[in-house]
């Protein structure tokens, strides 16, 4: 059996670190009959090395991780190739639509109005390629609330929150919300909740959404099993294939 390790990045919140434990526990809730693990890259416990040592069988590891970036990239394949070079990595969370939903539900529970200005505030990166995937996050949400949102970051990355708070505000929008492009609450929660914003959404948190985008990512690594029936359809596919090729066709 194939067991699910979650790669979070970890935090010094005690309510991000309650946050992500009920995310784990939902997922768990999704599919009973497979293992589920909760692992850290830093600051939190267990870390993900400790985990990957000690899980039996073959691994997927899914990042709770938002975007690419140093740890998508360096830091989470290192630790997987010193302690677990077997397991499967998958791809980060986001961008996708089923995050788009998520935001959009929390949006809507703080307030989101017609005609607000709409910020997707993130974490930010020094790589280019994590910021193009927030932007990407960005363009569907965009579609899911049918207006404008700006992508903006906290730390690292171009606009700030502070140049897109600034630039809106010269707009005819009567009030700017910002939608947290992050999974629990914590540092950079605080900072979009200090920003001035009129209405910040809470983080991603414990969705039923976000569980299954984890199941997606788990089964996209999972080829699945050949079955006698299954396999029998793909021979049945394949015969024309096969005789084309022997010269009957």
């Known amino acids: 059996m194939t067991t699910l390790v979650l790669a979070g990045h970890g935090t010094r919140s005690a309510r991000g670190e309650e946050t992500l434990a009920g995310l ?4 768990r809730e999704g599919r009973r009959g497979t293992r589920v693990e909760q692992a850290f890259l830093e600051i939190s416990s267990p870390p993900l090395a400790d985990v990957l040592a000690r899980v039996p069988g073959p691994v997927v590891v899914v990042p709770l991780l938002l975007a690419g970036g140093y740890h998508v990239h360096i830091d989470l394949p290192a630790v997987v190739a010193a302690a677990r070079p077997d397991a499967t990595v998958t791809a980060p969370l986001g961008p996708h639509p089923l995050l788009a ?10 307030g989101l109005r017609a005609a607000d200005s709409v910020i997707l505030g993130a974490a930010g990166s020094s790589d280019p390629a994590a910021l193009a995937d927030v932007r990407a996050a960005a363009r569907l949400l965009s579609v899911r609330l049918s207006r404008p949102v700006t992508a903006a970051f906290a730390a690292t990355g171009t606009p700030s929150i502070a140049e897109a708070l600034e630039r809106l505000r010269s707009g005819p929008a009567p009030r700017i919300a910002l939608a947290s492009y992050l999974l629990a609450p914590g540092f950079f929660q605080d900072r979009l909740e200090a920003s001035g914003a009129d209405l ?8 039923a959404d976000l569980a299954a985008l984890v199941w997606a990512r788990f089964d996209q690594a999972c080829p699945a099993p050949v079955t006698l029936d299954s396999g029998r359809r793909r021979l049945a596919s394949a015969r024309p294939v096969l005789a084309e090729r022997n010269g009957r066709w």
């Not at 910040?200 to 969705?207: E, Q, S």
Request: hydrophobic content about 70%; charged content about 25%.
């Open 24 to 27: 784990r526990d939902l997922v």
């Open 101 to 110: 939903a998520v935001l959009a539900r929390r949006l809507a529970a703080a």
């Open 200 to 207: 910040v959404a809470a983080p991603l948190g414990v969705d």
